[in-house]
T-cell receptor, first 114, second 113 residues
C-alpha cells in the first residue's frame, strides 16, 4: 500500500516564477492538506481540500492556490515566487470521513527560490 | 493567536534512559493531539495520537494528555540512538468545522550511546 506521494522531491525556481507541486494521498484517504515548513520551524497549515473544494485556509496570501481532483490527488500552485517561499512543502492525507484525526505526510517537496 | 509551545532543546539523554518531551497549547476546545517524529531532512512521521485525558501506550512510547492543564507529553522509554530526531507536537484546535493541525516548533532529542 503506497503512502502519500509527492512530486517533485526537489525544485529550484527563480523569483517571480510560478510552481506546481503534486500530491497523491494514501489509499482510502479523501482529504488532503498542504503545509509549509521553513527551516527550524514546525509545519504551517496552508489549506485543506475535501470533496474537490478548499474547505479551510491558513494565513497564506492568494498567491497560494490549489486544486483537488476526483481521484483525491491534489496540486499546490504558488505564483510570483518570493525568496521567502523557499521551504519544504508537505502534503498530508487523512482517512475517509475523518478529517480531524490522524494525518499522514508525504516525503515533501524541497522548493528553493533563487 | 492559537499556539502550541515546545521546548526547542536540544534534549540530551543517555541510551536506555527515559526521554520526556512536553507541549502546551492555548486553545481549550482542542480535541485531538499528535506527536510526530522528524529526522533531519525528512518529513514528519506520525508516532502517537491521543484524544482523551490520561495515558496512551504504544511500545516504548507513552503519550499523556491533561486537558485541564492544556498539556500533552511524550515519554520514550529505553531511548535508542535511532530515536535522535526532532519531535513535533501537533494539535487540532478545532472549533466547529476546523480540521487544521497547529504545530509546535519541535524539540530536538539527542540520545547519547
Amino acid at each position: 500500500d503506497a503512502g502519500v506521494t509527492q512530486s517533485p522531491t526537489h525544485l529550484i525556481k527563480t523569483r517571480g516564477q510560478q510552481v506546481t507541486l503534486r500530491c497523491s494521498p494514501k489509499s482510502g484517504h479523501d482529504t488532503v492538506s498542504w503545509y509549509q515548513q521553513a527551516l527550524g520551524q514546525g509545519p504551517q497549515f496552508i489549506f485543506q481540500y475535501y470533496e474537490e473544494e478548499e474547505r479551510q485556509r491558513g494565513n497564506f496570501p492568494d498567491r497560494f492556490s490549489g486544486h483537488q481532483f476526483p481521484n483525491y490527488s491534489s496540486e499546490l500552485n504558488v505564483n510570483a515566487l518570493l525568496l521567502g517561499d523557499s521551504a519544504l512543502y508537505l502534503c498530508a492525507s487523512s482517512p475517509l470521513g475523518m478529517r480531524g484525526t490522524e494525518a499522514f505526510f508525504g516525503q515533501g517537496t524541497r522548493l528553493t527560490v533563487v | 493567536q492559537k499556539e502550541v509551545e515546545q521546548n526547542s532543546g536540544p534534549l540530551s539523554v543517555p541510551e536506555g534512559a527515559i526521554a520526556s518531551l512536553n507541549c502546551t497549547y492555548s486553545d481549550r476546545v482542542s480535541q485531538s493531539f499528535f506527536w510526530y517524529r522528524q529526522y533531519s531532512g525528512k518529513s514528519p512521521e506520525l508516532i502517537m495520537s491521543i484524544y482523551s485525558n490520561g495515558d496512551k501506550e504504544d511500545g516504548r512510547f507513552t503519550a499523556q494528555l491533561n486537558k485541564a492543564s492544556q498539556y500533552v507529553s511524550l515519554l520514550i522509554r529505553d531511548s535508542q540512538p535511532s530515536d535522535s530526531a526532532t519531535y513535533l507536537c501537533a494539535v487540532n484546535m478545532s472549533g466547529a468545522g476546523s480540521y487544521q493541525l497547529t504545530f509546535g516548533k519541535g524539540t530536538k532529542l539527542s540520545v547519547i550511546p
